[in-house]
């Protein structure tokens, strides 16, 4: 039986009648399958959620202990049979926990891609092609414009200012969740093993992500420095919000940056007012996106939240049967 018989989109969300499931809903649900932790994907109220235990445990932090009557932990590759079919977890390779969920009934398979990225990450498994008749993709990035540099020379650009402005407070916007843990790695894979100074909101998804094994070494909150003037040529990481409120005006001569996919966009840095935009997506660019779908090589595309008509277009000259999806209420900025 076609998937088109069986997935549908709702209000609610992309919805899975074989499972009797909705897939990221926006809105409290009686049966959710979480593919990542991100606010515009998980979110809290539903009566029964499926995740990895990654996911699981950022949803707690953000959301508390009871934020699902029931809670099922999954592990990637354990395949979970609900109602009429079964999924299993994929890694997606977007952030710690982040899943593909690979859907079969009626001898079909759908893959619901998530929000997921193919560059280099050591926070988290890497994306796991599989192979599938439907293959949902995200196209955040889907314009040919797009294309990410390599982490580490963004990263650089950070370490060369120091060098340049040594009386400079670097303070940095990253996203709590998967783009700061990725910055810190990317710093200390560099060689930079001085202390790094993080905002309060950053401190306990840094412990989860210690917790499951990743090296971020030593993290100061800033709040333990009695006197700011010593964060002169110090790395200040915050949430992008507090570049430009009254908490960065503490800080010694900052040099403002802003680490996110969408820093490629000048209007874009000017509006995060970055002196140094740092390109760093937790997604994939144009080529990454063509590059998957010719590794899947799926009967036929759906495509999601983003630049979704480019991708669909690009698709159907790639020879396959390709459409747009148009789920709504996905956030950009969050995971960029």
């Known amino acids: 039986m076609h998937p088109e018989k069986w997935v549908e989109t709702r209000p609610q969300g992309l919805y899975c009648k074989a499972l009797d499931a909705y897939i990221d809903p926006l809105e409290p649900v009686k049966n959710a399958i979480i593919t990542h932790g991100h606010a ?102 889907g314009l040919p414009v797009f294309r990410h540099p390599p982490i580490n020379i963004e990263v650089q650009k950070l370490l060369d200012s120091l060098s340049i402005f040594p009386h400079r407070c670097h303070l940095v916007g990253v996203y709590a969740l998967g783009k700061c843990q990725r910055v810190i790695i990317a710093l200390r894979e560099l060689g930079y093993d001085k202390p790094i100074f993080v905002h309060g909101a950053l401190l306990n998804l840094c412990e989860l992500y210690r917790s499951y094994g990743v090296a971020l070494g030593q993290l100061v909150h800033v709040s333990e420095v009695e006197d700011t003037s010593a964060l002169a040529g110090e790395i200040v990481l915050a949430p992008p ?96």
């Open 40 to 141: 515009d994907h998980a979110r809290p109220g539903h009566h029964t959620v499926y995740a990895t235990p990654e996911t699981m445990a950022i949803m707690r932090i953000r959301y508390g202990e009871d934020h699902a009557d029931v809670q099922h932990e999954i592990a990637y590759q354990n395949t979970t049979v609900l109602k009429n079919g079964e999924f299993t977890f994929k890694p997606a390779g977007h952030i710690l926990g982040s899943a593909q969920v690979a859907i079969e009934h009626k001898h079909q398979r759908l893959v619901v891609s998530g929000d997921y990225k193919r560059s280099y990450d050591p926070t988290c498994l890497e994306f796991e092609v599989t192979p599938c008749d439907v293959f949902i993709t995200e196209a955040t990035f």
């Open 241 to 336: 919000s507090a570049l430009s409120d009254r908490w960065s005006r503490k800080l010694p001569d900052v040099m403002t940056a802003m680490a996110s996919g969408w820093m490629q966009i000048r209007a874009r840095s000017k509006q995060r007012r970055a002196e140094l935009p740092i390109i760093i997506s937790d997604h994939c660019d144009w080529h990454e996106l063509i590059t998957t779908i010719q590794q899947v090589n799926p009967k036929e595309v759906w495509v999601t939240h983003g630049r979704e008509q480019a991708l669909v277009h690009e698709a159907i000259k790639m020879g396959y049967k390709a459409k747009a999806l148009s789920l709504i209420g996905y956030e950009e900025e969050e995971t960029g």
